[in-house]
């Protein structure tokens, strides 16, 4: 039999599942600000890593084209 600790967790009687940010009847789900914080940075790393992938593109096109007009 597993330990205490490992064992799942039931959701308690108001349907708050444990570690999932707090529930609450009016409110519904109220979210973790780290995960939004973290969301939020990988959404720009994303965008930046897009747009050097752009900027590598056009350049490698650039030298493509200087190359073969010598």
Known sequence: M???ENRKRPANL?????DRGK???SDGV??????DMAQ????ELLEKMKTL???MKAEREKSIDHT???
């Open 14 to 18: 108001l349907g708050n599942v444990p």
């Open 53 to 55: 992938q752009k900027n």
């Open 68 to 70: 073969s007009k010598k």
């Open 40 to 43: 939020n940075k990988k959404q």
């Open 23 to 25: 529930h609450t009847k």
């Open 2 to 4: 597993p330990k205490a």
């Open 30 to 35: 109220i979210n973790n600000p780290d995960r």
